[in-house]
């Protein structure tokens, strides 16, 4: 395996291409996404807008239940479950078998204590999702989880701080040092426009705006890479598609709009920056 990176392009992408979105949103994934708090609600708003602006069929937003109706109004697209009240209790109901039938839960967005998160992770995971992927809070309570209870597919969506807890120093080189996290924790890593895989493989993305680093703009870029994966894109792919999507996004504000652009106007924007490049 080289030691070099793989630039991504347009027309990389345009080779990958995206699967059939069929006839149906059904054809097209179910997303769940788990997260939220009573001072970070809009985390998970932002990640379920963005995994539908990037085609998946069907969002759950899993909240606590402190803020289970407030998020419902937020979302009208998306259906809301609670969250077991106790954060060890294994999830009952439908809220089990939407977390079973899923093809990506996404984990982490808006959670603001580790041993609730941690406790939260461990039992989702116990429901045998098909794929996860893991965001905030949900990365700092990694190093204590059993690797062997997540699912095979884990895609890891940290910032450099998060990056950094994961690797347990300082960062250095920024593809190797994400290449380590990628084969340490056996999952699909994205940071800061690195993409790795455990067996070795990595893409670098070279595009963005300066106005990315906006409140928010981290549950966008999960969100889209949940979508991504749930449509049936291998987690490799679903989390370059994802950090593209959302870097094509923020390029496209900024040539319009300028800095000053909100996370939600992120999330508006995967949409026509993926049709963009699927129309050409």
Known sequence: MSSRAE???????E?????????SKKSRGDVVVVGGSRSSPGA????????LRVGAGRVVLAVPQSIDAQVGVGLPE??????PDDADAPPAGELREKLTAADAVLIGPGFSDAD??????RAVAATSPRAMVLDAFALGVLPGIDRGSLPADLILNPNKDEARILLGRELADEVADIREIARRFEAVVNCYGVVAH???????????DSGLATSGSGDVLAGAIAGFAA??????RAAVWGSWAHARAGVRLGERIGLGFLARDLARELTPAVHGLRRR
């Open 231 to 236: 449509r049936g894109v291998d987690p490799v």
């Open 7 to 13: 630039p991504v392009t347009e027309a990389l992408l």
């Open 116 to 121: 609730e998160t941690r406790a939260t992770l």
């Open 78 to 83: 998306a259906g809301v479950l609670a969250l």
């Open 198 to 208: 455990p067996d070795g493989r990595a893409y670098t993305l070279d595009e963005g």
């Open 15 to 23: 080779e990958w291409g995206l699967p059939d979105p069929g006839d």
């Open 44 to 51: 998970v708003l932002l990640a379920g807008e963005s995994a």
